[in-house]
């Protein structure tokens, strides 16, 4: 095992009840680390290279506890050993309820101390690294060695294969061709000085060569590196002298012609992994290092094979996706010799191979969406939906596949088991309707039904698909899929995304966006239309897309009855530590439950198919960064959308009483909106309703306060909400000493005087003082009171 001697953190080893001899640790440098993983990623052995993606995943985290724990959780899997203890810190982090408490000079020094930790581990990825792309196999290497050692071991390894073995070398390849690209990238992503590029970028835009774009040094440096030697390397070839029946070669093929196939798939496979990483620093890499990256390019996609194919067909895809110079260099590649019969376009879209057609189809639609013409013509948006369905569909190879040795080599990689090139059809499938969602025309399609209508050549007959679309989406989310054991990051954050965009309205996507601005969409509008004539704002207005509130609700009522709540709460449930979903796909997904929860027609359904104890167990305590206070906080906002409608005696008792806390948090956080505390009161008012163990659960909560809070909110329908929660806490014994304290009680009164300008929340504290005058303390102190003004 490899000890990091420059964490931040140490873990101690678990305890062992019987005494045993000590034991000798060797301590690595950083160096030897780097070259061991280096080393070990090129193995021929699965598992020795699934370990070196973890450990170097571990390595280049800011806070490897999660993957540390995952990896742990797998071997205690594998062993069968439940006693084992969790790998956790010496020191836990202070709830959030501690760090308020705390007083300000403590706080302040806390705040200090959580920045420099921050820093310094960023500080230590990007050494650790460096580290890692400068060893050259004896620890004292130009930077970028070990990045180009390794992609020359999976360009070696791709361009030998045979074409005539594809599909199965492409299962196996193609899962550690993804992950070494993933990989690296996440590699020069950490490399990038992103304090040099913020502090350089407006001096020296004019002298880097970028066209604006701030590249530092040192990434600068690695990039020319990998591409000069590339570009210089030298090949030997004997000259044999045939004579005039001689063959040249039996199979066809020449050690020259397979050098520079596997130099062509080195560039591509690099220059793939940086537009995954970052955009400006791929699209540097690819204007001003890859020289000759249009016939390279093209030399892959018309090789013959298909591991440089699905290559070629991968950089295209993620190509498309970039706008500016690399949209338009992938376009410049659709030239009409390439789009012909035997172009490079038609041999990867008609290939035999599922993977090469899937990226290329998904390059083709990404372009097809960011033509103008294009998005708004509605019959090319379906056939560009036909596409994606098509690339969910089941095919024969994917059942032949999924043996028991490709499922143990998916799992082998604990961290990294995601992905695979099984996936790729799918992921691109998927990724694809993500881009279409963001269409009415789509929207509707997708949830009532759509599905994938083939036409037999052999004769005119036509099938249509056993499921739609919507049923393969959340097939996909199932965490026991027979088709992909586990669901990887990216589909699972285009799943989420998928299910927000079905369920929202282009109006309200608008509000939302203005919600923080200081001027209402309206206002904006109106601003738009002063200097357009009549005509013009005719013309604009019947280009805009219908999407109305009843189309919505229809799309959610259908989603609801085809179980994408159960696929949401997969979503988040899909793992712990390493193997969870990311921040991104949580907030994609309760932001997807919170408006599925808008419809109260399936607020039932919801419950049923587990989405309320879902948002009740997301809850967390301690420190939170910001997007996980927003994921917390959209959470809560759905517990309070589905409760204020549903009956308290239907939930169960941990359903009951579990979301009384979040509530309450909802309520007190100074960050929340007015509607957002409006929605947790009147649930928490129907809850205080139900039972005596309710209230006394939001008391305990110090729910007194939370709701007092709420009766001084500066709008009208808070107050009134909070006075009606306070007023069904009666007559709980609490509630009761609250409202004896003369203080108190004189502000009921004040409240229930206040009728002509807020009858209605004067009507709910008029409610509560009529309960409570039966008490005799009260009734005294509301006897000494002059209320002749307030009456």
């Known amino acids: 095992m490899i000890y990091n001697r420059d964490a931040s953190t140490s873990i101690s080893a678990s305890e062992s009840e019987n005494p045993s001899p000590p034991i000798v640790v060797s301590i690595l440098s950083n160096k030897h680390q780097a070259r061991v993983c280096n080393t070990a990623l090129q193995s021929q052995y699965d598992s020795i290279k699934s370990m070196a993606l973890n450990c170097l995943s571990a390595w280049l985290e800011p806070n490897p506890l999660p993957i540390l724990q995952s990896i742990h959780a797998h071997q205690c899997s594998s062993n069968k050993d439940s006693t084992a203890k969790k790998i956790s810190y010496g020191k836990a ?60 071991f999976v360009a070696s390894w791709l361009s030998s294969s045979s074409p005539s073995s594809l599909d199965e070398i492409m299962k196996i390849d193609g899962y550690w061709r993804k992950e070494y690209v993933i990989t690296i990238g996440r590699i020069m992503n950490h490399i990038r000085d992103e304090n040099a590029r913020e502090s350089k970028k407006e001096s020296d835009d004019k002298d880097n060569g970028g066209g ?55 560039n591509c496979l690099f220059i793939t992994s940086l537009l995954l990483a970052s955009n400006e620093v791929g699209s540097w890499g690819l204007k001003e290092c890859w020289k000759d990256s249009r016939n390279e390019w093209e030399t892959l996609a018309s090789s013959g094979n298909h591991d440089a194919m699905a290559v070629a067909a991968e950089c295209a895809s993620a190509a498309a996706g970039v706008e500016g110079f690399v949209r338009s260099w992938i376009q410049s590649c659709m030239n009409p ?66 043996d028991e040795a490709s499922t143990n080599k998916m799992v082998s990689a604990t961290f990294n088991s995601s992905s695979s090139g099984q996936q790729a059809p799918v992921e691109r499938g998927v990724e694809l309707l993500t881009y279409l969602s963001s269409k009415t025309s789509i929207k509707d399609e997708i949830a009532h039904g759509f599905a994938l209508t083939q036409v037999h050549s052999y004769s005119s007959a036509t099938t249509a698909s056993e499921k739609t679309v919507l049923e393969r989406l959340v097939e996909l989310s199932e965490p026991k899929n027979k088709r992909i054991p586990g669901v990887s990051p990216a589909v699972a954050f285009s799943l989420a995304t998928t299910f927000a965009s079905l369920s929202v309205s282009i109006e309200t996507l608008r509000n939302e966006a203005f919600a923080e ?62 193997s969870s979903a990311s921040d991104a796909t949580l907030e994609q997904v309760v932001i997807a439950m919170m408006r599925f929860a808008g419809e109260a027609s399936i607020r039932g359904a919801m419950i049923q198919q587990g989405c309320l104890s879902a948002c009740i167990n997301f809850m967390k305590n301690g420190e939170l960064s910001e ?154 102190e509301m006897c000494k009171m002059n209320l002749s003004k307030g009456l």
């Open 93 to 152: 982090e202070p709830t959030e309820e501690e760090v308020h408490q705390m007083q300000p000079r403590k706080l302040a020094e806390y705040r200090k101390r959580c920045y420099q930790r921050t820093h310094g581990r960023r500080v230590r990825c990007r050494r650790n690294a460096l580290y890692f792309a400068n060893d050259n196999g004896d620890g004292d290497g130009d930077g970028g060695n070990a990045i180009d050692s390794i992609l020359s």
């Open 212 to 266: 604006g774009v701030y590249i530092d040094d040192t990434t600068r440096g690695i990039i020319q590196s990998f591409f000069d030697k590339t570009g210089h390397q030298l090949t030997i070839e004997e000259i044999i002298d045939l004579g005039p029946g001689d063959v040249p070669n039996s199979n066809g093929n020449n050690d020259n012609d397979v050098g520079h196939l596997s130099n062509c798939i080195k």
């Open 337 to 402: 010799d390439n789009t012909s019969e035997d172009g490079a376009w038609r041999r990867l879209l008609s290939c035999d191979n599922r993977e090469v057609r899937a990226g290329a189809a998904s390059a083709m639609a990404k372009l097809g969406l960011a033509d103008n013409s294009v998005a708004s013509d509605e019959g090319e948006l379906i056939a560009l939906l036909e596409v994606a369905a098509g690339l969910l569909e089941d095919d024969g190879e994917d059942e032949e596949n999924n």
């Open 517 to 578: 601005k200081e001027i209402t969409s309206e206002q904006f509008d109106q601003i738009q239309a002063m200097g357009k004539t009549e005509e013009e704002a005719k013309l604009e207005e019947s280009k805009k897309e219908k999407d109305d509130s009843q189309a919505v609700s229809s799309r959610i009522k259908s989603m609801a009855r085809h179980n994408v709540p159960r696929a949401l709460v997969s979503l988040m449930e899909m793992g712990e530590g390493a």
């Open 627 to 780: 997007t996980e206070k927003k994921i917390m906080r959209h959470g809560q906002h759905t517990i309070a959308k589905i409760l204020v409608t549903t009956n308290p005696s239907l939930l169960n008792t941990s359903q009951c009483m579990g979301s009384i806390k979040p509530l309450i948090l909802l309520v007190r956080d100074t960050d929340s909106s007015d509607l957002q505390r409006f929605e947790a009161l009147l649930s928490l008012t129907n809850l205080a309703s139900h039972s005596d163990s309710t209230k006394q659960r939001i008391i305990s909560e110090k729910g007194i306060g939370a709701l007092s809070y709420g009766m001084f909110s500066s709008h009208e329908m808070v107050r009134k909400a909070a006075t009606e929660a306070m007023t069904n806490l009666v007559p709980h014994p609490k509630i009761m000493d609250h409202l004896r304290e003369y203080d108190n009680l004189k502000v009921w009164v004040a409240f229930s005087c206040d009728f002509d300008e807020h009858f209605e929340c004067a009507r709910a504290a008029l409610g509560c003082l009529a309960m409570v005058t039966q008490d005799r303390i009260i009734s005294s």
